[in-house]
């Protein structure tokens, strides 16, 4: 069964806007990571936040994380087209299986 | 330098055939994943490898599914008497021992006629 949802399941945006995706899960967790697919081919990592941190950056990428609501959520700034694709959070408990949310597909519109 | 390569590419059988796709880690990564996507049914998690042997099988959804890993290194993901259920992307992961995060393949893309 999958353990987080994603919100929302679809976004479409301009370029240059900013698109911000949720996740929430169920149980307690290790860390919690997204991931990006284009092409319904394999997934891209693009930042893990652990269980003991609130807030991560990586270039146009923010990641925040509410252990306490069970939620975390992805902001990517400046959006750009190269961006279209889907976004997966997934937690971990450990160096062990992920489990994924059913994603949120995002369309940048030039 | 390289990553998780997957094979084949794409697949197409016929129902009640078997079929058999490979994994090949990124060198030196300990642990090997095997997840499967389906439409409207997400990632799911199918096995786990640390070094050749599986922890963790909790994922494959019958006894027609199987793996194995040799050498530490490619593991094989076979499907028994495949049916149309069975049509999905079969995705492979691998990652450092204890590391969290894992490094995708592109998938093998598998077709059940």
């Known amino acids: 069964s999958q353990q987080g949802e994603e919100d929302p399941q679809a976004l479409s945006i301009q370029e240059g806007e900013n698109a911000t995706m949720n996740c929430s899960y169920k149980t307690s967790i290790n860390n919690l990571q997204w991931y990006r697919q284009n092409s319904g081919r394999g997934l891209v990592h693009l930042i893990l936040?652990?269980?003991?941190?609130r807030e991560k950056h990586s270039g146009r990428l923010r990641v925040t994380l509410d252990t306490s609501k069970k939620s975390s959520s992805l902001l990517i700034t400046a959006s750009r087209a190269a961006d279209t694709a889907s976004y997966f959070c997934?937690?971990?408990?450990?160096?062990?299986?992920?489990?994924f949310g059913q994603g949120t597909r995002l369309t940048i519109n030039p | 330098g390289a990553g998780v390569s997957q094979s084949p590419s794409n697949k197409v059988t016929e129902k009640g055939k078997d079929v058999e796709l490979r994994c090949d880690p990124i060198?030196?990564?300990?642990?090997l994943y095997w997840y499967r996507q389906s439409l409207g049914q997400g990632l799911e998690f199918l096995i786990y490898f640390q070094g050749n042997s599986a922890p963790d099988k909790s994922g494959l959804p019958s006894d027609r599914f199987s793996a194995e890993r040799t050498g530490g290194s490619v593991s094989t993901l076979t499907i028994q008497r495949t049916q149309q259920e069975d049509s999905a992307v079969y995705l492979c992961?691998?990652?450092?021992?204890?590391?969290?995060?894992?490094?995708f393949g592109p998938g093998t893309r598998l077709l059940v006629l």
């Open positions: 936040i652990r269980s003991n941190e």
């Open positions: 997934a937690t971990g408990q450990g160096a062990q299986k992920l489990v």
């Open positions: 992961a691998s990652s450092w021992d204890r590391e969290e995060t894992q490094y």
């Open positions: 060198s030196g990564h300990t642990a």
